[in-house]
């Protein structure tokens, strides 16, 4: 799983985390749905960018340049 355009098939551990990441996003957007401005929904949030940035940390790379701009 990276943003490099080197879309092989995922690995087990790409499948995990793919599945982990997937149900941590469903968990966000239920809880979203009942308080979206709750410290639970900004945990769940934070906890779901620090898996994509660990699975791509060019794409973490790139997001700091966008906020800069």
């Known amino acids: ?5 080197d879309y092989g098939a995922p690995t087990g551990a790409e499948s995990g985390l ?5 149900a941590e996003i ?20 934070a906890r779901a960018w620090a898996m994509i940035t660990a699975a791509d940390p060019d794409l973490a790379a790139r997001t700091a340049e966008y906020r800069r701009s």
């Open 26 to 45: 469903d968990e966000v957007a239920a809880a979203a749905d009942v308080d979206a401005a709750s410290p639970d929904v900004t945990s769940r949030l």
């Open 18 to 22: 793919a599945a982990r990441l997937a």
């Open 1 to 5: 799983m990276c943003s490099n355009g």
